[in-house]
C-alpha cells in the first residue's frame, strides 16, 4: 500500500516521537526527583539585579538563575549520596552560572575573574603546607611562581608559612565574596562546600588544608548573605577547633544574633566555660533551654555542629536545627 520511501519516513517519524516521550518522561522523572530539594532552596536574586538591563540580558540571567538551582540540587544529591568530590564539582558550577550571570548583567564585570582569582589562590596555597619539612622555607621564594599577587611587592621579615596561608586565605575570600555579591543561591553554594570541607578537616589536625579551605568558604558565605542560618555556627566551631577562641566567640554571637537555635547557644557556652567566664556561659545554657526545638530538615547539609563541652576545641556530634 505504501513504497519503500513512504514506510521509511513514517519509521523514523515514529523512531523520533518515540525518543522525544522517553526524553520527555526521564526530564519530568528527574523534575520529581529535584523538586523537594529546589523547594528547600532560597529564592535567586539574580533576576532582580538584572532588571536594569534589557530584556535579553534579564532573560539570560534568570536562566543562568534556574541552572544554578539545578546545579545545588544536583550537589546535595551527590552529598547524600556520600560523593563529595561529585558535589563540590556541582557547588562550584552553580557559582560559576552566579558569576557569569553577573557579568552578563553588567552587575560586576570581573565576577568571572575573581572566582578564577579565588579558586588560583586555594590551589597555590597548597605550597605552603609542609608537614615534613625540617627546613623553614621562605613564602616569598615560594610564590614567585604564583599568579596570586598576594605576597607580591613589598615583603615582611621573617613571614611564617601560617601567615601565608592567613593572607592567601584572606584574599580568596574576599574575591569568592567579589564574584557572588549578595545572592542568596551563592551563599547556600559557599556553605556546602564548606560543609563538606569541614567534614574532611574532622579526622585530620585542626590546622589542615581542608580546615583552612572550610574557613574560606564559610567566610566567603557570611560575607555574601551575613544572615546565613547556619554559616556562622559552623565557622565558630571551625575557628573554636584552631584554637581561635576570641574570633570563634564573635562569629557565634553574630550568629546567635541572627538565628537563635540551641546549637549556637550550646557552642557559645562551651567557649565562654573555655574562656573562664561560667556566668556568661550559664546565660548561654539558660538561653539554650529557653529555644524550641525546631522541626528536623532532611537535606545532606542541614545540621549544626556542637563543640564537645568536656573537651572544648573538639566536635562532639551533629544536630539538626
Not at 105 to 112: E, F, L, R
Not at 166 to 192: D, H, K, N, V
Not at 283 to 295: C, D, V, Y
Request: hydrophobic share 45%.
Amino acid at each position: 500500500m505504501y513504497g519503500f520511501r513512504t514506510k521509511l519516513s513514517l519509521l523514523w517519524v515514529a523512531l523520533v516521537v518515540c525518543a522525544g516521550f522517553a526524553g520527555g518522561v526521564r526530564v519530568a522523572g528527574q523534575d520529581r526527583r529535584d523538586s523537594p530539594l529546589l523547594r528547600r532552596l532560597p529564592a535567586t536574586g539574580l533576576r532582580v539585579a538584572d532588571r536594569r538591563t534589557s530584556d535579553r540580558r534579564s532573560a539570560r540571567a534568570t536562566a543562568a538563575g534556574l541552572r544554578v538551582r539545578q546545579h545545588l540540587a544536583e550537589g546535595l544529591r551527590h552529598v547524600s549520596r556520600r560523593a563529595p568530590d561529585a558535589a563540590q564539582d556541582r557547588f562550584l558550577a552553580a557559582l560559576r552560572e552566579v558569576a557569569m550571570a553577573r557579568v552578563n548583567a553588567q552587575v560586576s564585570p570581573t565576577a568571572s575573574q575573581s572566582l578564577a582569582n579565588s579558586l588560583v589562590a586555594m590551589r597555590e596555597m597548597r605550597d605552603f603546607y609542609a608537614p615534613g619539612a625540617t627546613v623553614q622555607l621562605d613564602p616569598y621564594a615560594m610564590a614567585v611562581s604564583h599568579q596570586s599577587p598576594v605576597l607580591k611587592g613589598t615583603s615582611v621579615p621573617g613571614l611564617s608559612a601560617r601567615r601565608a596561608i592567613e593572607r592567601y586565605s584572606a584574599y580568596a575570600t574576599a574575591e569568592l565574596a567579589a564574584a557572588c555579591g549578595s545572592e542568596p543561591l551563592a551563599a547556600e553554594a559557599l556553605y556546602a562546600m564548606g560543609q563538606i570541607s569541614s567534614r574532611e578537616s574532622l579526622t585530620q589536625l585542626p590546622e589542615s588544608r581542608a580546615s583552612q579551605l572550610a574557613k574560606i568558604f564559610l567566610s566567603a558565605a557570611l560575607r555574601v548573605n551575613s544572615r546565613h542560618e547556619l554559616a556562622g555556627n559552623e565557622l565558630g566551631v571551625l575557628l573554636a577547633r584552631t584554637g581561635a577562641w576570641e574570633r570563634a566567640l564573635a562569629v557565634l554571637k553574630q550568629s546567635a544574633t541572627h538565628v537563635p537555635s540551641k546549637a549556637v547557644w550550646h557552642n557559645l557556652a562551651v567557649v565562654h566555660q573555655y574562656r573562664g567566664e561560667q556566668e556568661l556561659a550559664t546565660l548561654a545554657l539558660s538561653e539554650m533551654g529557653r529555644i524550641q526545638a525546631g522541626p528536623a530538615r532532611d537535606s545532606g547539609l542541614r545540621h549544626f555542629s556542637l563543640l564537645n563541652a568536656q573537651r572544648p576545641g573538639e566536635v562532639a556530634r551533629f544536630a539538626n536545627p
